[in-house]
């Protein structure tokens, strides 16, 4: 069995939801009443988007590469973000790293692939929605991306931050997501949305895709089943 190291913390609700599907997914396959070794540094979530925020990804770099070596060290066979957001780097610590690293944004795109879904949306924070790293990973399977307009994203940034990864779950925001995603479905003839930040599942469910009538993509549960395919 390997041993997964989490680089956490960003946020901390994501990381436990992580923690928890790990373990339950992994126990669906093996029956045998084990559980799995789990790694996890908790960085600061406050001090990375700082780097995000003055654009400096060298100290983003350093930051999260440290953690690599910190989970590397206490014996982790491979490592990943659990967070769509730090993976703006996520190139340059795979290619620094001594262990391998598992994408959630490769992921997901093989999702997509596996579904034959043509034209996803993304929802995530700003720098998900405009890094440009989902969209590179995406154009090598010649899928385009649609994101919000900016006042959309703008409000669906804030609303991550000040809400979300605080578990602050309020019906008026849920709504606005709701109506921009609808809109997306409109006028971007969307056929899928990437929930692409690990807060979103946390309002965003399986019924409201159902309402909807597109599928959403749960970058956290994509991106475990991955992780404890490369456990088993």
Same mark, same amino acid.
Not at 46 to 74: F, P
Not at 100 to 114: C, F, G, L, N, Q
Not at 210 to 219: K, Q, V
């Given at each position: 069995? #390997? ?6 913390g ?23 009443g ?20 003055k ?19 206490a ?9 769509n ?15 391998p ?13 596996k579904?034959?879904? #043509? ?12 890094g ?30 000040s ?18 995603? #609808? ?8 056929d ?7 807060e ?19 970058t956290t549960?994509i ?10």
């Amino acid at each position: 069995m #390997k041993k997964p190291g989490i680089i956490g913390g960003i946020g901390p609700e994501a990381t436990v939801e992580y923690y928890h599907l790990i373990n339950t997914k992994y126990r669906d396959i093996i029956t045998d009443g084990s559980y799995p070794e789990i790694l996890i540094h908790s960085i600061d979530m406050t001090r990375m988007i700082g780097y995000l925020g003055k654009n400096d990804m060298e100290g983003l770099v350093t930051y999260l590469g440290a953690a690599v070596n910190s989970l590397t060290a206490a014996g982790a066979d491979f490592a990943l973000l659990a967070s769509n957001t730090p993976h703006v780097v996520f190139d340059r610590l795979a290619e620094e790293a001594s262990i391998p690293m598992i994408s959630i944004v490769e992921a997901t795109r093989d999702e997509v692939i596996k579904r034959g879904l #043509k034209k996803p949306g993304l929802l995530g924070t700003r720098f998900t929605m405009t890094g440009g790293f989902y969209q590179d990973v995406f154009s090598q399977a010649t899928l385009d991306i649609s994101i919000p307009a900016e006042t959309e994203r703008d409000y669906i940034h804030d609303k991550i931050f000040s809400e979300l990864v605080f578990a602050n779950i309020k019906s008026e925001t849920k709504d606005e997501f709701i109506r921009i995603i #609808k809109r997306m479905q409109k006028d971007d003839g969307i056929d899928s949305i990437i929930l692409g930040c690990t807060e979103l599942p946390l309002i965003l469910f399986p019924e409201d895709s159902a309402a909807i009538g597109i599928p959403f993509l749960n970058t956290t549960e994509i991106h475990v089943d991955r992780i404890v395919a490369e456990i088993t």
